[in-house]
């Protein structure tokens, strides 16, 4: 049995060497658009399965629209270059991959055009696939076999958590609750500016001239630099947004999500401002504390949440995440992970967007999808992954929706 598994971000990447790391070297095979990653992953980490998708001919029997995929709804790739891409992914696969009915294709998150066609090519030949991301929880991923999120096989039938019941104690969750406090009193990893993922960037931007690779958008050179160039600008900024906020009054509370998430433009029909409205039309007697996300670099959004805060609507917050939601009187939100702290630390929740926690019914369920559903990795580690991770792995990827 194998892993086919795409990289499409250096970041991400990182977690799936650690996989790598666990198996032997013939168990993984790697894909990808980068040359960035291709020669890293080639020469630098010494591994011989990977493969970088390069192709000029495009699958024409594809029929896809790709107005929906992440990359084409923030502005940086067009319908029509994403919907190339993924026929020349599709093409390249369809003449180079090589698989047997036991293996199992990994995509990250899966909203992007890339993945999209990585996935459902493995898909539609009936090759076990998994989608993963990030849980914000401590030493904790996500895997479904159907996507993440609302695309998940666990928001569409919560029940599959009786698959995956949590063997820890209450005393053992208490204890992992004081461990995801400590998590919790540290700056979030993704708010944090990693220099050598821009120069990757700009690596590809300039090997994209030289047709190595598939370029997935349509911002060059100059684009990428300025891309991150407002990424720092708007991460100094942030830190110094809001002020130390009373948390001894009433106060219902609101954590913004990141405006280009696939959480907001994917997973929920009403974007933060809408969000924020609708928490002051139902909590009239009490203060609106909102906290703006630490990643957030949209500068003319952050305007917006300070006009907001001028106009006495709202109140800005730089407190410590979890002690708002520990001292508020209710706590909303469109599907951030501030959600299930609040169902961990049983407060009052309105969820306006489509997220897995909104199913859950009791701690019961609360427990399970932490310690029985979610996967013990690590994605900001640097150990490799224990290898009982890939056990779970394949029960998740074959799990049959059924209960």
């Known amino acids: 049995m194998k892993y086919h598994v795409l990289l499409d971000n250096i970041e991400r990447s990182n977690v799936f060497y650690r996989m790598f790391l666990s198996l032997k070297d013939d168990e993984f095979v790697f894909y990808t658009l980068k040359p960035s990653i291709y020669f890293y992953f080639k020469y630098y980490l010494k591994v011989s399965n990977i493969f970088i998708i390069e192709s000029e001919t495009e699958d024409e029997s594809a029929n896809i629209d790709c107005n929906n995929d992440i990359h084409v709804l923030i502005g940086r790739a067009s319908n029509k270059l994403s919907i190339s ?13 090589q698989y047997t ?88 990893p993704q708010s944090k500016i990693k220099y050598k993922y821009a120069i990757f960037a700009i690596v590809d931007a300039l090997l994209y001239y030289f047709n190595r690779g598939i370029k997935e958008e349509d911002g060059g050179l100059i684009q990428k630099s300025k891309l991150f160039f407002n990424k720092i600008i708007g991460s100094k900024k942030n830190i110094s947004l809001g002020s130390i906020c009373n948390l001894d009054i009433k106060y219902s509370f609101f954590p ?27 909590s009239r007697d ?33 407190n410590n995440t ?42 019961k369920d609360i427990r399970d999808f932490i310690h029985g559903y979610l996967v013990d990795i690590d994605y900001y580690g640097a150990n490799k992954v224990d290898e009982s991770v890939f056990d779970k792995l394949h029960k998740i990827a074959s799990h049959n929706g059924k209960i």
């Open 101 to 188: 009915s036991e293996d199992i294709a990994v995509v990250f998150n899966g909203c992007q055009t890339a993945a999209r066609a990585f996935y459902d090519f493995f898909r539609d030949n009936n090759i076990k696939t998994l989608s993963c991301e990030i849980s914000n929880l401590p030493g904790k991923m996500i895997f479904d076999p159907k996507g993440v999120n609302a695309q998940s096989l666990l928001f569409n039938n919560i029940d599959i958590l009786n698959d995956f019941k949590s063997v820890l104690s209450e005393q053992q969750h208490e204890d992992w609750i004081n461990l995801y406090e400590e998590y919790k009193s540290y700056p979030i």
């Open 256 to 282: 913004t999500q990141v405006s280009t998430d696939t959480q907001i433009l994917i997973n929920s029909d009403v974007d933060n401002f809408q969000a924020i409205e609708m928490m002051c039309n139902e």
């Open 85 to 97: 891409m993924y026929k020349k992914i599709r093409y390249y696969l369809l003449k180079n991959a």
């Open 322 to 363: 979890t002690e708002l939601i520990k001292n508020a009187s209710k706590v909303y939100t469109i599907n951030s992970t501030v959600g299930l702290e609040a169902l961990i630390y049983n407060k009052p929740l309105t969820v306006y967007g489509r997220a897995i926690y909104s199913k859950m019914v009791n701690a």
């Open 286 to 318: 009490s203060e609106i504390y909102v906290k703006i996300h630490p990643a957030e670099q949209n500068k003319d959004i952050i305007l917006k949440y300070l006009y907001l805060e001028k106009q006495g609507k709202i109140t800005l917050c730089k």
